[in-house]
């Protein structure tokens, strides 16, 4: 670890290029702090996003029109507007109604970037699950309705399992634009990747080699985010579909 | 329609009798819905203009009013982003163009050169190729004895337009490898070069299917032009921010932010619309 750091020291003092992420213990816990933030906040958009998703699908599904054409109106809201509109909406309009406790709002900023990004992320999840759940071919449920499954049988048995397996791809997708997307908190103060990597440079003046590095950071994530889907995707691979 | 990158291989024969209708890219248009949801907003709009007005009784300028009075303000800025979206989709568009041939070069180092790009510029955050591009590049140029200005707009319009140009590249690459061989092999046999059967036979065919997902793109820079403002480009958003200040009336935010929102609404859920008909359309066939 010394040699490690004694190494970028080096690289520093003679070739210039300034990483101090890697020597300096302060900005290396700044940019580590920001880096579990920009993770924290992918998983928590992720979860809500999902049990958000799966509401705003059940809700699609009803039989009441009212319900039916809100739940839309909300997709499309959430699809066809800025998401940074959206965050400062959220943040900055509706966040001050809210009321305090001990002169301190419910919700802080990390609070509101975790709203915001879920709600967009949702319309999303959602639209992934319906076409889901669409793709299960209907021979599958008339197969098992004439072996005398019921409704919710059907719904859990056949049509729940394949529609995960086949919302994987598109879902992969969807995770790397949620992590690529965090970078919008950046804009209401949430202490994550970016916004520490930006105190970082203006303090060390090394823009070009914080640039590098946070995108390298960000790559390394969305690589390990699309392994892991890969993973699941190949583990829970149908025998008798695709190659 | 197939895009590239759906990687939606594994499970294609499930797929057959839905046309991928699940395979398609995000943000593009859902069912369809009417107006409805435009005129939903316009109901937030209204209900949030009455309580702040009901907030706000004893001032004499009514939030109808205050709106009216900001709208050529709040036009300018947006058209400022529309200008900022256009020039970045047709840098884009024509970078792309060229990136999407390289990904399907004949020359293994050009080809792979251009993947590692591609996959650069497509999983990058776009705020962080915006930060990129503004501090990165100088702003003016030294050119034989002339100095050529280079505005934060346009560095800015040229960071947004990388991620379009990588995208697009995927694209095109789709594109033209859903185009049967037969219509290579075809040309081929009639003597036209490489570069003639990629340029009049391939890509004229190609255009209609990358134009849904092209218009999606462009839906989503337009979204993303409201980015420009965090690193310091006087858009719309910035204008807002400005209005808000000058106003310093806190029952203002909700009105002014939805009614933005709106605005964005009103341009983008047509496109969305188109996208969602074109695709139909052309999925038939």
């Known amino acids: ?243 | 329609m197939k895009t590239a990158g759906d990687k939606m291989d594994v499970m294609l024969p499930l797929s057959i009798g839905t046309k991928q209708a699940w395979s398609k890219d995000r943000y593009s248009a859902g069912s369809q819905v009417t107006f409805k949801v435009g005129i939903c907003l316009l109901a937030l709009l209204v209900t949030s203009i009455a309580f702040a007005q009901v907030q706000a009784r004893d001032l004499n300028e009514s939030v109808l009013d205050i709106l009216i009075k900001w709208t050529p303000l709040m036009a300018k800025g947006f058209s400022f982003n529309l200008l900022i979206s256009a020039l970045a989709m047709l840098i884009g568009t024509v970078a792309g163009l060229f990136l999407g041939f390289a990904r399907i070069s004949l020359m293994a180092p050009v080809r792979g050169t251009s993947w590692i790009m591609v996959q650069f510029f497509r999983n990058s955050p776009w705020l962080v190729l915006l930060f990129l591009v503004m501090f990165l590049m100088p702003f003016e140029f030294h050119f034989a004895g002339y100095t050529i200005p280079f505005p934060d707009w346009i560095k800015a319009t040229l960071g947004l337009a990388l991620p379009i140009m990588a995208n697009f590249a995927e694209i095109v690459r789709g594109a033209v490898q859903s185009i049967s061989t037969t219509q290579w092999e075809a040309a081929r046999s009639l003597a036209f070069t490489r570069r003639q059967i990629l340029w009049q036979i391939i890509l004229p065919q190609c255009v209609k299917r990358m134009l849904p997902p092209w218009m999606n793109w462009y839906a989503i820079l337009t979204m993303a032009t409201t980015l420009a403002s965090i690193v310091g480009v006087s858009e719309v958003m910035t204008v807002v921010g400005r209005i808000i200040a000058a106003e310093g009336r806190t029952e203002l935010l909700i009105p002014i932010y939805s009614y933005i929102l709106l605005w964005f609404f009103i341009y983008c859920y047509p496109i969305a619309l188109i996208t969602k008909r074109l695709e139909l359309r052309f999925a038939e066939r």
Not at chain 1, 13 to 26: M, V
Not at chain 1, 73 to 102: C, E, H, S
Not at chain 1, 158 to 177: E, G, K, S, W, Y
């Open chain 1, 1 to 243: 670890m010394h040699y490690f750091e004694n190494w970028f020291k080096w690289l520093y003092q003679t070739h210039g290029i300034k990483l101090s992420i890697f020597y300096d213990s302060y900005d290396r816990t700044r940019f580590f702090k920001g880096l579990v933030t920009t993770l924290e906040l992918s998983a928590y958009c992720l979860v809500l996003s999902l049990i958000l998703g799966a509401l705003i699908v059940l809700l699609l599904g009803s039989r009441s029109i009212i319900v039916k054409r809100c739940t839309n109106g909300f997709v499309q809201f959430f699809r066809n507007t800025p998401p940074l509109v959206q965050l400062y909406f959220f943040y900055f309009a509706i966040g001050p109604l809210l009321p305090k406790i001990d002169g301190t709002p419910i919700l802080g900023s990390m609070g509101w970037a975790v709203v915001s990004l879920s709600l967009l992320e949702a319309a999303f999840v959602a639209e992934i699950f319906r076409a889901g759940i669409e793709a299960v071919p209907k021979a599958m449920t008339e197969a098992a309705k004439s072996l005398g499954y019921t409704r919710l049988q059907i719904f859990r048995l056949i049509v729940l399992p394949l529609a995960v397996r086949i919302t994987i791809p598109a879902m992969t997708n969807n995770v790397v634009n949620l992590v690529k997307a965090t970078t919008l908190a950046y804009a209401i103060a949430v202490p994550e990747l970016l916004y520490m990597s930006s105190q970082i440079w203006s303090e060390q003046t090394n823009v070009t080699e914080m640039m590098i590095a946070i995108l390298i950071t960000y790559l390394i994530i969305i690589s390990f985010v699309t392994l892991a889907m890969h993973l699941l995707e190949k583990r829970l691979r149908v025998p008798g579909f695709g190659q």
